[in-house]
């Protein structure tokens, strides 16, 4: 019990392999890399998407990875990609509101061509029949403060002829703020502009005054056949059929800074990194392959492994970044999403070992952090972390799902308050977050690549508990969270005190690297 209050904590990574990783990585880059793809909108099935695909898959190659090429799926849709967009007030008083170049997010995704130029009226939130009593919007345009499909739902047959939509947005109980213009999914074949609270409020202030009438211009370009990307490429190991993917997603609409530009430009600076690292004799050549995905958020990889379903048995691990650098002046937290209770893996006791190591050594809550853990332009929090239990909410879905059973490591510095809207922006990471999950993210998939019989041996003593769902084991202490409520763990230091009853952990363990299971008994 005495390893889970960190004093006495054995690091199963060692410290020599943090200190050759953190002296070649460079945040500069993974920020630089980073502002390169958040200037692409990269919905998915867009050409936007492959854009900043050709990019990533440029630089990796650049970088020294190997066989790099941008797989395609087949979407069903055509490809969509803003073109044009903007919202004017016409009368009483000519005035702009909103402009695409201004703000990505106007054009809600997905929405259909149009000028519309009509009279504006508010229907509240919009989504229920009570927003529309004694309302005639007939050849109307919509204000709601609802998202888009609900709205245009309970609109039904009275005949509105757009929407703008301002809805603000609710992530684990975090809200985004009035000036946030959210990325909007537009229902099938409406005329959709997303703004932002305050302009909403903006736009309620002068119909008080008089009736408004507004223009709205809306154009997509659409390309055919419609397709989700995904690129992949690799560092060869020597150990067949025992890779290690680590995956971040490419997708997602600009900027999308910290989701997910972030993991993306932090894995590109990844390989960087790694290539630069072998080359010199730093460290050697990986023994199991390590491969980078950029991917289209879980149905991306979903589609890969329809294509190739005899894949998923060469795949050891995955580790996926999502939001690599949190939110510069807020207090920030690395989530780590556990695996599923019916996939009980050394995964979680390897990265709960490693994240509390590094933060017991080098940036507890009681003293500045060590420069190691810490980047230039970046803020001196300690690193906190917060435990989740499984959540169906990022890119590690795909693997952890009944079908293919590989465990993951699932990491995030969420920046939930601007998450999905035109602020989470390149300026507002902090790079000192970045630093860390680059850290975090090389070092338990080094650790797992190059595992060998001593490593089993350290995780011989791992606690084990008996899963409620199925007589089997997971590896590890854990915070019991019930729900995954961000905003409630921000206050508590992860309740590491709290230690569920050990039990010897028997077979029924997920897949782990021969070595680490063969040194066992
Ligand atoms: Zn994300």
Redesign the pocket.
């Known amino acids: 019990m005495a390893a889970a209050s960190g004093a006495g904590r054995n690091p199963l990574v060692p410290d020599s392999l943090l200190r050759i990783i953190a002296g070649e990585l460079s945040v500069e880059n993974a920020l630089k890399q980073t502002a390169a793809i958040a200037s692409r909108a990269r919905y998915p099935n867009s050409q936007g998407f492959f854009d900043a695909a050709e990019y990533v898959a440029r630089r990796a190659r650049e970088y020294g990875l190997g066989h790099v090429r941008v797989e395609r799926f087949p979407a069903p849709e055509p490809m969509w990609d803003a073109a044009e967009a903007s919202l004017d007030v016409i009368a009483p008083v000519p005035e702009p509101i909103s402009a695409l170049e201004r703000v990505p997010e106007l054009l809600a995704h997905n929405s259909a061509d149009g000028d519309v130029t009509a009279e504006l009226v508010d229907v509240g939130r919009g989504v229920s029949e009570a927003d529309y009593r004694d309302k005639d919007v007939r050849g109307k345009v919509l204000l709601a403060t609802g998202e888009p499909q609900p709205v245009w739902r309970a609109m039904g047959p009275r005949g509105a002829r757009a929407l703008i939509a301002a809805p603000t947005g609710d992530f684990f109980g975090r809200h985004t703020p009035p000036d946030a213009v959210l990325w909007g999914e537009a229902p099938a074949h409406a005329v959709v502009l997303m703004v932002s609270p305050r302009q909403a409020g903006r736009l309620r202030a002068l119909m008080r005054r008089a009736p408004v009438i507004v223009r709205l211009h809306a154009k997509a370009a659409r390309s055919e056949p419609g397709a989700l990307g995904m690129v992949m490429g690799e560092i060869a190991g020597t150990h067949l059929g025992e890779d290690l993917v680590i995956a971040a ?1 490419l997708d ?1 609409q600009k900027p999308g800074a910290n ?2 530009a972030s ?1 993306s430009g932090t894995l590109l600076e990844l390989v960087r990194t790694l290539n630069h690292l072998i080359v010199a004799g730093k460290i050697p050549k990986p023994q199991r392959t390590l491969r980078f995905w950029w991917t289209t ?1 879980i149905v991306s990889e979903q589609a890969y492994f329809r294509r190739y379903p005899e894949d998923a048995r060469n795949i050891l691990l995955s580790v996926v970044l ?2 690599a650098g949190g939110l510069r002046n807020a207090e920030n937290n690395l989530v780590i999403i556990f695996n599923p209770a019916w996939l009980p893996s050394y995964a979680d006791d390897l990265i709960e070992n490693l994240a509390e190591s590094v933060k017991d050594r080098y940036a507890p809550a009681e003293y500045e952090p060590d420069p190691l853990v810490i980047a230039r332009g970046g803020s001196h929090q300690s690193l906190r972390t917060v435990y989740w239990d499984y959540q169906e ?2 890119d590690e879905v795909a693997f952890e799902s009944r079908e293919r059973k590989i465990p993951g490591i699932a990491l ?1 510095v969420p920046s939930l308050d601007l ?1 999905h809207s035109n602020l989470d922006t390149v300026d507002r990471l902090d790079p000192t977050w970045m630093k860390r999950t680059a850290l975090l993210t090389l070092a338990a998939a080094l650790y797992v690549a190059d595992a060998g019989p001593g490593h089993a041996r350290l995780h011989l003593p791992a606690r084990c508990r008996p899963a409620r769902a199925k007589r089997r084991c997971r590896r590890r202490p854990r915070l019991r969270t019930r729900a995954p409520r961000f905003g409630a763990g921000l206050g508590s230091q992860t309740g590491h005190d709290r230690i569920p009853e050990s039990t010897v952990c028997g077979s029924g363990c997920s897949p782990q690297p021969t070595a680490l299971t063969s040194a066992d008994g």
Do not use: F, L, P
Request: charge should be negative; glycine fraction near 8%; aromatic fraction near 0%.
């Open positions: 997603h997602h989701d997910n993991g958020e999502d939001q909410i990022t995030a998450i």
